[in-house]
DNA sequence: TTAGAATATTCCTTGACAGGAATATTCGGT
DNA sequence: ACCGAATATTCCTGTCAAGGAATATTCTAA
């Protein structure tokens, strides 16, 4: 009866949690660029960018177009309409109207005091 | 000239960047919890719950309040609403609005022959 | 103070993964 | 057919982190 798997994408988040490449996922968001333009910008080595465009790319949130030679790397909108959903169904939370804890401190205290006085 | 810092904490993103921390995370979604139950409802041994909690807790992601013997996990919303502003970045992303593969090529042309001559 | 419940911490082992260096591949131009 | 540019892949190594098991800590109650 629980629910075991997440609402998000765990590819995704795994992608976007490593310094260079959520660098290049920014440096995307003003449009497509090729490897080489991104190795450069972030100050890394060819091979490092292509591996790390590969770990992007496999979890969805890249996708690529070829140009002779070169590889045109570009976002794609499915994954961060994805995790915009996911962000939104926190918006109780977002909002702090969870602050209630004190009814739940009480919850809990009834569940253990067998009925005292009245 | 390089924005060498990502616009969102990467200590957030490495934090949800984990099955069970993940599956925390939405299960205190509807409300603040005790490692007893969280560990429960997820079917983990109480110190891996209280390893995960430690490190959402040290990524700003959670907050606890002590209750006697227990300790009552709940979300903060400044996280969220930091990942939410970030999400919100990528909405120009997120409309599709960047399909104009064939204008970049263009430009990487003009950018060649421009180059050459000098 | 002792017992027991709830939680945190430590130690260990193992697998994943990032970076470096070198090499392989693919393509256009000549 | 060759060369050089752009990109991908492989191998190696060190580091980090997750899970298991055991133990330590903290608190309440009696």
């Not at 090729?34 to 496999?58: C, F, M, W, Y």
């Amino acid at each position: 009866m629980t629910a075991d798997n997440p609402g998000i994408d765990l590819t995704m988040l795994h992608a976007l949690a490593d310094p260079n490449r959520v660098l290049i996922v920014e440096l995307l968001r003003d449009g497509p660029l090729t490897v080489g333009e991104i190795a450069e910008r972030l100050g890394l080595r060819q091979p490092q960018a292509s591996k790390h465009l590969k770990v992007l790319n496999d979890s969805g949130v890249l996708e690529v177009k070829a140009d002779a030679n070169r590889r045109i790397y570009k976002l794609r909108p499915e994954p961060f309409q994805a995790l915009d959903s996911w962000v939104k169904s926190f918006r109780h939370v977002m909002e702090d109207r969870f602050d209630n804890l004190e009814g739940y401190l009480r919850e809990l205290q009834n569940k253990k005091t067998t009925t005292l006085e009245e």
